[in-house]
Structure formats: C-alpha cells, structure tokens
C-alpha cells in the first residue's frame, strides 16, 4: 500500500560518467494526486536542498506523500523519503523512509558503498544485523526521484535509457522508453510534453511489474523540461499526479536562498 500511494500522491566500480542532477538547490515541485474517481486523494511534494549534516556538503531531495480530503477521511497515510546526493558526481550516498498508516509507523535507511558494490539496509532500533544487498551497475535512486530525474535526459520518441530503481530492499533494473509526443493540461497551463514509461526489458518482471502495473510521465519540451504528470496504472484504478506549482532557487545572496527547509521539516527527522 505504501509503495501505491507514493507513486501515485529513485572491488571499485569502473570508471564513469558524472550524473548531472535533475533538482537544484531551492527548486521544488507540488503534484495533486487523483486516485479513480477520488480528483483530490492526496498531495506529492518534493524539495531540494543544501545539506550539512555529513561528512561533506550533500543535496538532499525531500519527498513528501499524504492522503488529503475525503480520501484522508477513508485512510490517513503520510510519508516521507529524504535522499542525499553528492553534489559532484551526482550519486546517491543514503537515503531514509518512513511512513505513517493505521497506527504502523514502518522506516529505514540505506547507504551505499559503491566500491564494495552493496547497500546497507538498516531498520532503527532493530537489534538485527543491517541487510547487505547487492548493489547492481548504475546509479541507484527512488522511483519518484529517477522519474524526475528524466527531465534531464534528453530523448526521442523510440530512444531508450536505463535505470536502477530501489524499492524497500529489491533492485529494479528499468528501461525507460521515450514513447510519444503529447499535449498535456493542467492548472499552470497546456505543455507539449515527451511521455515517458519505464519497464522491465533485461530482467523477469517482478513486484508491480509482473502484476500488470505500468508507469508513465510526461516531460515538458520547453526549458524546464517540467515531469508535469506521473500516472500508475493498476489493475484496480490509475492513480495520477499532476504538477500544481513550481518553485525555483532563490538567486545567490538573498534571504531565501539560505537555510532553506522542506515543506514540514524539523528537527526530528533522521538523518542517515
């Protein structure tokens, strides 16, 4: 359930080529969730911002998911997934999620080693050892955030570019195929966009893959190159976000360009 509603509401390893990041520091994106016949079933917020508590300065990207309106009325679900980038080479470093659902308030954190080639999947206060998982080739990321970060490839309908998505523990070795050009409204305006859809072409189709599920986003073809809609098919309904609003860094030297924080944030929140 959890994994439905945040899609709808990403030996040394050889050389490689540095992963430009799609989000910069202080740009955020808003998306209103529809589920089925529900226009207002919840909100997708992600945020970008400058990080201080490592080692060394790192990009953390915020994504928020909650249930809204009536559809919060049926479920009350809120969630939250913090990633952390280098801002150089552009590889994810660690990342942590939570959720909260009916009293379960399940979360985890993982960091990866690329030069042992795994990650380590940890759950606080769990006196189990952290699961060490296999980190295959490619640059791991969430799929919200490996969806987003589309908007800097730069495909042709009929071209292709793979991925390598995380879900919980299991690695997704995606393809994603640049389908089509299409005309998309929407509250900030009509986009001519290029549609997007990631599959499972190198290896057996697995989780909401092999249940028949398909994803897809539309990416603007302007110079923003907005992902102003994601849609989840599923076997029970399509769930689709919808961009609302979209902020950019504030410029060098004003007040808002330091200290910025994600919608919601404090304190409290880990950090791995």
């Given at each position: 359930m959890r994994l439905k509603l945040a899609l709808i509401l990403l030996a040394v390893l050889p050389a490689r080529a540095e992963t430009r990041l799609a989000l910069r520091e202080g740009e955020s994106l808003t998306y209103r969730v529809s589920w089925a016949v529900l226009p207002g079933a919840g909100e997708i917020k992600i945020f970008a911002a400058a990080d201080q508590t490592g080692?060394?300065?790192?990009?953390?990207?915020?994504?928020?998911?909650?249930t809204r309106g009536f559809a919060r009325l049926l479920m009350q679900f809120d969630a939250r997934a913090d990633s952390y980038f280098d801002p150089t080479s552009g590889?994810?470093?660690?990342?942590?999620?939570?959720s909260e659902q009916?009293?379960?308030?399940?979360?985890?954190?993982?960091?990866?080693?690329?030069?042992?080639?795994?990650?380590?999947?940890?759950?606080?206060?769990?006196?189990?050892?952290?699961?060490?998982?296999?980190?295959?080739?490619?640059?791991?990321m969430d799929l919200i955030t490996q969806l987003v970060q589309t908007r800097s490839w730069d495909l042709k309908p009929g071209e292709k570019r793979d991925a390598l998505v995380l879900f919980n523990t299991d690695f997704y070795e995606l393809t994603i195929h640049a389908s089509r050009y299409e005309e998309v409204r929407t509250s900030l305006g009509t986009f001519n966009t290029l549609v997007l859809e990631p599959r499972m072409d190198k290896t057996p189709p697995k989780g909401m893959f092999k249940r028949g599920s398909s994803v897809r986003v539309w990416i603007s073809q302007d110079g923003n190159h907005l992902p102003v809609k994601f849609e989840v098919e599923f076997k029970i309904g399509t769930g689709t976000a919808t961009l609302e609003s979209h902020g950019v860094p504030a410029p060098a030297g004003s007040a808002n360009a330091a200290g910025a924080k994600p919608p919601g944030s404090d304190e409290k929140n880990s950090r791995p």
């Open positions: 080692p060394s300065p790192r990009l953390r990207v915020t994504t928020t998911t909650r590889r994810l470093l660690a990342l942590s999620e939570s009916r009293n379960k308030k399940p979360e985890h954190s993982v960091t990866f080693d690329y030069a042992a080639a795994q990650a380590i999947y940890t759950v606080p206060n769990q006196t189990d050892r952290p699961l060490i998982l296999p980190l295959p080739a490619g640059d791991p």
